[in-house]
């Protein structure tokens, strides 16, 4: 680092040395020579004098690079920081950057390993994030044997310390632990700066800057044995990864075994790798694409389990189509138990389509195929054989529309036999004299292939397109139950019901009625968790695997709305104790400030009319009695404004909202203020509507801003209370013709201890105006200040108007 910072100097840069802990090596104290170094900060803790960084003489110096050593160091108590690299984030902050050093030992996340390998827990540690935070990361490498030949010499510790160090901590195998740690956690750093560089630059081609292997899961038995093969390849290398991907069908069709893809998700788990799920059509070229994101450089499959029979007459099958497509990525393909083991079986042609649609395509070719028979048999001659062909071809298609390849494939052969048996010569036998009949039997077959294909195809998309689109109205109608909140467990309730055609659903929750829809007797086929808060209940048929994916997503949803509701309802029980803290935050605030001046000023004349060390005349004990009187006076003041408030009770002051009268308070106002004739100007209209308040609160608020604005009036101007009413809101105006207040300083006299001209016992020793703008605040007002036309200050007091009293109430 000093090396580093001796370079930059001479290159013209300004360079500070802010700390460096040279541990009395004189090697490390030498290469300071030359660099500028800001003075420690001196810091005593429990009689102790310790010395650390002076950040307020960094960052007052701002040099253009500090070098700062010990990132992890830990500062000492009454620091401005606990943690040196709180400092360093604070000089990089104003703009200054920093040059540090680090020990391997003390990064947050390898900390239980070093522990681990050299016995020796460290308690200074920095965040993983706060060192890759850094421009730049460069090792200090050095051989393990060179280090402990540094030591043997004597340039580390002291002689004292050298033969402790080499047979502890400083083992040769430690230091090549350590070492190695080192390079891995940089080599981990390294690549995650390769992954920004490649999504930055678009680059998709595989760099095989480490071993990654991507193991593909069918959900078949076999799974669990690619995932041990998977791992073995990945642990061959350093750092190797293992990433498990399994790749579901867009229409949701493919047949998968959901309990075998859980136990195999925990294996890759315990196997240290990660599990991941794709959606294609293709699955080969899923794979591909997915191994290609992930720049694999390895990828496992399995053997298949079709038997030779099933290979030799469907294909190849996806191994030979990744192979192909896989590129620069190796490719293995695992032999495992289940190879080979399944017996011919018919694809699933046809297998978008329903049962009821299958069989209804059957019928059809049965009963359609003799009708038609028999309605061209009275026309039957050799010149009419070209329309009966294309009737029978008309059948095949409707049937291959209707019910797909097998029931196409039916018709198509049951016609080609009954037009060779009762429309060709000779009638009623069948022979294939003409190679023409033949090919005619072929096209059928063909024809009937290739409609059933493209029905087949549609059928997979509108399936595909139809419960997307049921999918998303659901999750539109769940999403806006819960954003509604109310009636949000109902909705959702009921709309998973209908969604899943069931008869029945129920939500058993904690703190809750059960939530039901529909007929919920019996037991239910189907139960899922909802969080921890209960269950979801669905009464009906078995659900199909397609549509567990689905009620996840509502269950998630159920359980967001009952975190709402308890959310509402912990809103609603803090709601009136809100108002009532603002109060008592300010009232606490204010008390301190006040107590402290009266109780004071009353000690300081008991104690000097009770001292006999001093004479006193007779005018000197008067003052100091009328001190102590205006004191203890003040203080009775302030109980008395306590009790005014005495719903205070176990720390907590309530405020009771009723409909108050402004012009009822008038009466008590003046008594308590003991006003003359001409002190005070009032305007309050006769049909000012009553206001929603706590009247003991708005006295007291209406009291000390008469206080304030009687104290500030100049002499013959006295200050005016005023009151009027627009939109629902009431305004209580007091107003002075004073000095005023500055609009620097409307927001600043709120705050407590922030009384003008505030300097004697005289003054008055009210609750101020934080405490008055914290009584408006309780009772849902606002309190703002405001200049007087002419000068002076205008406390305007905001409250709502009581609610008239509806025609119907008596």
Do not use: C
């Amino acid at each position: 680092m000093l090396e580093e910072g001796r370079r930059l100097r001479d290159l013209g840069k300004d360079v500070v040395v802010a700390v460096v802990e040279t541990h009395d090596r004189d090697a490390t104290a030498s290469m300071l020579t030359g660099l500028e170094v800001v003075p420690r900060v001196t810091v005593e803790h429990r009689g102790i004098e310790l010395t650390e960084m002076d950040l307020d003489a960094v960052l007052a110096r701002h040099p253009d690079i500090a070098l700062v050593d010990e990132l992890a160091h830990t500062n000492a108590p009454g620091s401005h920081n606990t943690k040196r690299w709180q400092d360093v984030d604070a000089i990089l902050e104003a703009g200054i950057n920093v040059i540090t050093t680090v020990n391997i030992q003390h990064i947050e996340s390898l900390n239980d390993v070093v522990e681990q390998i050299t016995g020796a827990p460290q308690r200074e540690t920095v965040p993983d994030s706060v060192v890759r935070s850094a421009n730049q990361v460069e090792v200090v490498d050095l051989a393990p044997q060179a280090l402990r030949d540094r030591l043997a010499d004597g340039q580390v510790y002291p002689a004292v310390r050298i033969d402790a160090a080499l047979s502890n901590y400083f083992r040769l195998g430690n230091l090549t632990a350590l070492r190695e740690l080192t390079l891995l956690w940089l080599a981990d750093e390294v690549d995650s700066s390769l992954k920004r560089y490649r999504a930055e630059h678009g680059i998709d081609q595989k760099w095989e800057a480490r071993e990654r292997v991507v193991v593909a899961l069918t959900g078949g038995p076999e799974g669990e044995t690619l995932l041990r093969r998977g791992a073995r390849v990945a642990a061959r290398s350093s750092g190797g990864e293992l990433l498990a991907v399994h790749v579901t069908s867009q229409d949701g069709l493919r047949e998968t075994n959901p309990a075998a893809l859980a136990a195999q998700r925990a294996l890759v788990e315990q196997l240290g790798g990660t599990y991941h799920q794709v959606v294609g059509s293709n699955t080969p070229e899923a794979l591909v694409t997915f191994a290609r994101a992930s720049n694999a450089t390895q990828l496992v499959i399995g053997v298949s389990r079709r038997s030779r029979l099933t290979a030799l007459l469907t294909g190849p099958g996806i191994g030979a189509t990744v192979i192909r497509e896989s590129g620069d990525i190796d490719v293995h393909i695992v032999s495992h138990a289940a190879a080979g083991r399944h017996l011919l079986s018919l694809p699933r042609l046809g297998g978008a389509l329903s049962v009821r649609r299958r069989l209804l395509g059957f019928l059809l070719a049965v009963v359609v195929g003799p009708l038609l028979t028999l309605a061209l048999l009275p026309i039957r001659n050799p010149d009419s054989l070209t329309a009966d062909t294309l009737s029978y071809q008309l059948l095949v298609v409707v049937v291959a529309l209707v019910g797909g390849i097998w029931p196409a494939l039916f018709a198509a052969v049951l016609s080609g036999l009954t037009l060779d048996y009762v429309f060709v010569e000779p009638y009623f036998n069948i022979t294939i004299g003409r190679p023409t009949h033949l090919l005619a039997l072929t096209l059928y077959v063909v024809i009937a292939t290739l409609v059933s294909l493209v029905v087949d195809q549609a059928a997979r998309r509108s399936r595909a397109a139809a419960r997307a689109a049921a999918e998303s109205e659901l999750l539109a109608t769940v999403a806006g139950g819960v954003i509604r909140g109310d009636d949000a467990l109902q909705a959702i309730v009921s709309r998973a019901r209908e969604a899943f055609g069931m008869r029945g659903a129920r939500l058993e929750a904690e703190g809750t009625q059960p939530v039901t829809d529909g007929d919920t007797q019996g037991t239910p086929s189907t139960t899922m968790p909802v969080g921890e808060r209960g269950r979801l209940e669905l009464f009906g048929p078995d659900l199909q695997a397609s549509d567990r994916r689905l009620l996840v997503v509502i269950v998630t949803q159920l359980d967001a709305a009952l975190e709402h509701r308890d959310l509402s309802t912990v809103a609603k029980e803090v709601g009136p104790l809100a108002a009532t803290d603002k109060v008592r935050t300010a009232l606490l605030a204010a008390v301190g400030h006040d107590l402290r001046r009266p109780l004071a000023a009353a000690t300081a004349a008991v104690t000097s009319l009770r001292s006999r060390d001093v004479v006193l005349s007779e005018k000197d004990r008067q003052s100091l009695l009328e001190t102590a009187e205006v004191s203890l006076s003040g203080l009775a003041d302030l109980l008395t404004n306590l009790l005014d408030v005495s719903r205070v009770q176990a720390g907590v002051l309530a405020v009771s909202l009723t409909a108050v009268d402004i012009e009822d308070l008038v009466p008590s106002l003046i008594d308590e203020l003991d006003l003359a004739p001409g002190d005070i100007v009032i305007d309050i209209p006769d049909d000012l509507p009553p206001v929603h308040a706590d009247g003991v609160l708005l006295q007291r608020s209406i009291v000390n801003l008469l206080t304030n604005a009687l104290r500030y009036a100049p002499a013959g101007q006295p200050p005016r209370l005023s009151a009027s009413t627009f939109a629902g809101i009431v305004e209580v105006r007091v107003a002075d013709t004073g000095p005023g207040v500055p609009d620097d300083r409307k927001e600043e006299i709120f705050q407590p201890f922030q009384r003008v001209g505030d300097l004697d016992n005289t003054t008055g020793i009210g609750l101020g105006l934080a405490l008055t703008k914290g009584f408006v605040e309780g009772m849902d007002g606002t309190l703002t200040a405001e200049d007087t036309p002419g000068g002076g200050l205008t406390m305007v007091v905001s409250l709502q108007a009581e609610p008239a009293p509806s025609k119907n109430e008596g």
